[in-house]
């Protein structure tokens, strides 16, 4: 069975401009939560899907959102970039929310 | 907000020495999770614990649920080069959010 794929793997972003993120869920997991984290930090919980609705979301602007399509699927979305967004973004998916996450390598964005 | 604290920060070992990390709350979590990053990759689960009090072991590594479900430690027994990394705490809350720890870098030296 394969893990959690994200793509791409590193990312360079001009500020002002907007970028998607895209993750693809272990097989057989429903369940993908989106997480940021910057340089020397924990990571910290951005939003969760749950059969394509978002069903959590942690304390960030409405300028990052996400979609989960039927395959279970997922893309970050973050619009009108600022330095501060420079970061390693984690997926992490797993069976209906339960605490078996598995996280993919990450998709490192750099914002100029 | 919800703020785990990890101490150390970071700490040089010796290869086959064992190491002590702890993560402490203000608030009291039902459940504490134990992570390992390693440079260029995402957090890996090494240890669940569910119940206060709760001792579990994973090969070389322990992990005790304070009894006053504000505190958790992390022990790693005769370490080896490949246990380097960062080690995250973290607690569930609402929705399944996981709430990560400051972390300790652990580098061992031969």
């Known amino acids: 069975e394969t893990g959690v794929t994200q793509s791409p793997t590193h990312l360079i972003k001009t500020r002002g401009q907007q970028v998607t993120l895209r993750c693809s869920s272990q097989s057989g997991h429903n369940t993908v939560s989106w997480y940021q984290q910057a340089l020397g930090q924990g990571p910290q919980f951005i939003f969760q899907y749950y059969r394509e609705e978002e069903n959590g979301r942690g304390n960030f602007p409405p300028r990052f959102s996400g979609l989960q399509f039927p395959n279970y699927s997922s893309e970050l979305n973050v619009n009108a970039l600022e330095l501060d967004d420079s970061a390693l973004y984690l997926c992490a998916s797993s069976t209906d929310g339960n605490y078996g996450y598995t996280f993919g390598s990450g998709t490192r964005l750099t914002v100029v | 907000g919800q703020q785990l604290n990890q101490s150390p920060q970071s700490m040089f070992i010796q290869e086959g020495e064992d190491v002590s990390m702890n993560c402490t709350s203000s608030s009291i979590f039902n459940t504490w999770l134990w992570y390992k990053q390693d440079p260029g990759e995402g957090p890996v689960l090494l240890i669940a614990?569910?119940?206060?009090?709760e001792l579990t072991s994973n090969g070389r590594l322990t992990a005790q649920f304070g009894i006053t479900r504000k505190d958790s430690f992390l022990n790693i027994s005769a370490s080896i080069p490949s246990d380097v990394g960062i080690y995250f705490c973290?607690?569930?809350?609402?929705?399944?959010?996981?709430?990560f720890g400051t972390g300790t870098r652990l580098q061992v030296t031969l």
């Open positions: 973290a607690v569930t809350g609402t929705a399944s959010k996981l709430t």
């Open positions: 614990l569910y119940k206060a009090g």
